[in-house]
Structures are given as structure tokens and as C-alpha cells.
């Protein structure tokens, strides 16, 4: 399984992106996916995730109420609307996806990852 992940780019703060990972299997529904991002220096950490069956969401509490997780089963693409952004939401941004359903936080859980894509937020 092969995840493209885009829409990054460079916004002021305030301004928003919506990231999408598309991947090579469609038939993912069944299949947890998540966001994490990375900035110089840091550790790379859990964004979002979406799970199977509702569907179940999950944010960290840095993005909650800005960022919204969503997916397209028919095309088989995840997306990441962030509204809001501030210069702290700048990292790489990578999305993931697991074979199990259940939504975990953890980025040693994730089977597949894509190239990740840049967002830059100025202040």
C-alpha cells in the first residue's frame, strides 16, 4: 500500500490548508488512518486520526477545534482541513495508516506512511 500525501504550502497565520493523502488501495475503510507532523528537532507527533465505523475521530489537543480529519472512501483519500494555523503548526506533515480499525496515537502502531509535505505558517 502506497499513501501520497499534498497540499502543503506556505500560509500566514490565520490561514488555512487542507492536506490530502490518497492511497494506493481503495478499499481502506476498514483501516484506521492518522496525520502526524514533524518540525526540526522534535519527535514526530500524533495530529488526527479517523477509525472505522461512525466514523471515529481523534485530535491532539494542540489542533483541536482547528483541524478536522475526514475521509473519501470512494476515492480513497484522507484529508486534513486546518483552519486557524499558527507558526507552531509548521512541520512536515505525514499521514498514516494502519492495518487495524482502531485509532491509536502512537506512530510505531502505523503499517504504511506517506513522503510527508511541507506546511510553513508566518507569522
Known amino acids: 500500500v502506497q499513501l501520497q500525501a499534498s497540499g502543503g504550502g506556505s500560509v500566514q497565520a490565520g490561514g488555512s490548508l487542507r492536506l490530502s493523502c490518497a492511497s494506493s488501495?481503495?478499499?481502506?475503510?476498514?483501516?484506521?488512518m492518522s496525520w502526524f507532523r514533524q518540525a526540526p528537532g522534535n519527535e514526530r507527533e500524533f495530529v488526527a486520526a479517523?477509525?472505522?465505523?461512525?466514523?471515529?475521530?481523534y485530535y491532539a489537543d494542540s489542533v483541536k477545534g482547528r483541524f478536522t480529519i475526514s475521509r473519501d472512501i470512494a476515492k480513497g483519500t484522507v484529508y486534513l482541513q486546518m483552519s486557524s494555523l499558527k507558526p507552531e503548526d509548521t512541520a512536515i506533515y505525514y499521514c498514516a495508516g494502519r492495518r487495524s480499525a482502531s485509532i491509536t496515537t502512537s506512530a510505531r502502531t502505523y503499517d504504511y506512511w506517506g513522503q510527508g509535505t511541507q506546511v510553513t505558517v508566518s507569522s
Open positions: 488501495r481503495r478499499t481502506f475503510s476498514n483501516n484506521a
Open positions: 479517523i477509525g472505522w465505523g461512525g466514523p471515529t475521530t
